[in-house]
């Protein structure tokens, strides 16, 4: 008996020992959570007139996303799906992105190129060309998709939005291009498409008469309403997604819509509007994409709206420096996207976008996601730098050095969808 106390009470001491061990161990190893370089921070903050410091973000109360314009609390899955997403949406294209003409036309596609067995007979590759036509009047532009040659069933695929450059079929075979890694995406089992906004509408507030909105307006200038760019590059994705619906070798119930600053603004939007996208990956997409207005730290709705009229339309620049009084903000994007699931990432030095804003955002977004029934992150307090967190439908990670989209966070991305889609 003596001897059984004596075993036990050394068992239960290593115990302890092992358990205040590895704790404190754990502590010491584990690092903090993102927070913005002080030194940074200064350095910003003497360049430009923009709120870089945390103790200046304003006090301010979100919208709660499951609360009904009239004031009624959304207490079951059906009322969100029904009543306050559609009402929701509808504010949104109204104060922010603008409403999609409801014009009829035809989308067709065009193959202009083809190549076979690229990356060593990993995929095939595609030139595209995607011709709405409306009446007797066409509108056209190009994309190109890859899909792989030895899946087994159906595969899923990314529609990346490229906003910097277009990437030609025997580039994306030659060159590897962090804005689209499709040799990546490709071993890793996702057929992938790629085009560049500017072909759907010219990234130019004077260009509009060359782009996709003025062609479905006949050349009569945008109404107040009227979707403006933002939307118009979601758009496109959505027409991507129509091509890859026709493919037997594509799941269109399993593709991601991915886009870097504006075009993760547009990427979480054309997943909005577009509920056949599984998943909105937004990467450093800041004002008006997934952080907050409200904390007004970095880039600014009256910044965002005077140097890229093109993207909202003008109800939004009505809130300039009263963000406060807005009946949305962004968290009800990413709520909008829900129960599909949405990816958020920052970078540390990219505070123009507003990291903590981005991230808090989403979390603002998990009562919807919990209401219908799903899981996401709602940890207030922000990963470590480079630690990814995913919880069920969300996930989110910041990774060192500046605005960019990067392999890294290709790699982080590619095990989110991986987590939802497989
Ligand atoms: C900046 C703009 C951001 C972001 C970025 C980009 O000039 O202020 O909102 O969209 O461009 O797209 O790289």
């Known amino acids: 008996m003596h001897y059984f106390t004596n075993q036990f009470s050394t068992a239960v001491f290593s115990c302890l020992f092992a358990v205040l061990f590895t704790s404190v161990f754990a502590i010491a190893e584990d690092p903090a959570a993102w927070s913005a370089n002080p030194d940074l921070v200064k350095k910003l903050s003497a ?14 109360q979100l919208p709660d996303p499951l609360t009904m314009i009239d004031g009624t609390k959304v207490s079951s899955a ?123 509408d010219p990234d130019n507030k004077n260009d509009y008469a060359d782009g996709i909105r003025a062609f479905f307006a006949d050349g009569k200038p945008p109404t107040d309403d009227a979707w403006r760019s933002l939307s118009a590059w979601g758009w496109g994705a959505s027409r991507v997604l129509d ?29 909005a509007e577009d509920e056949r996208f599984a998943i909105a990956y937004s990467n450093n997409s800041g004002c008006g994409g997934a952080a907050l207005s409200r904390r007004g730290y970095g880039e600014t709705v ?21 963000e406060n009084e807005l009946p949305i903000d962004q968290h009800e994007t990413i709520a909008l996207v829900a129960p599909r699931a949405v990816y958020v990432t920052s970078s540390d030095e990219d505070l123009w976008a507003d990291p903590r804003g981005e991230y ?63």
């Not at 409306?134 to 529609?159: C, E, L, M, W």
């Not at 009256?302 to 809130?319: C, D, G, L, N, S």
């Not at 219908?372 to 069920?392: F, S």
């Not at 982080?412 to 987590?419: A, G």
């Open 47 to 60: 360049k430009r007139s923009f709120n870089y410091d945390e103790s200046k973000v304003p006090d301010y």
């Open 78 to 200: 059906q009322q969100w799906m029904t009543k306050r997403r559609p009402e929701l949406l509808e504010q949104f294209r109204h104060l922010v992105y603008g409403r999609r003409p409801d014009t009829e036309y035809q989308v067709t596609f065009e193959t202009t190129e083809e190549i076979e067995n690229a990356f060593d007979g990993l995929a095939n590759g595609r030139s595209m060309k995607a011709i709405i036509t409306i009446d007797q009047r066409t509108y056209s532009f190009p994309f190109v998709v890859f899909t792989p040659n030895h899946a087994t069933g159906k595969t899923p695929a990314v529609v990346a939005i490229n906003n910097r450059y277009f990437i030609p079929l025997d580039k994306a075979v030659s060159e590897p291009d962090p804005y689209w890694p499709v040799k990546t995406l490709l071993q890793q089992g996702y057929a992938s498409a790629t085009f560049y906004t500017s072909h759907v």
């Open 243 to 271: 091509y890859l619906s026709t493919l037997p070798t594509v799941d269109a119930n399993r593709v991601a819509v991915v886009g870097h600053s504006r075009g993760g603004k547009a990427a979480i939007w054309a997943a």
């Open 302 to 322: 009256k910044q965002i709206t005077t140097v890229f009229p093109h993207w909202f339309t003008p109800q939004f620049a009505e809130y300039a420096d009263r």
């Open 360 to 422: 808090a955002s989403l979390v603002a977004a998990a009562p919807v996601f919990e209401l219908l029934g799903k899981t996401a992150i709602d940890e207030p307090t922000m990963p470590p730098l480079n630690r990814q967190r995913i919880v069920g439908q969300t996930g989110y990670h910041v990774r060192s050095g500046g605005h960019g989209l990067g392999q890294v966070d290709w790699d982080f991305f590619v095990e989110f969808m991986d987590s939802v889609l497989k």
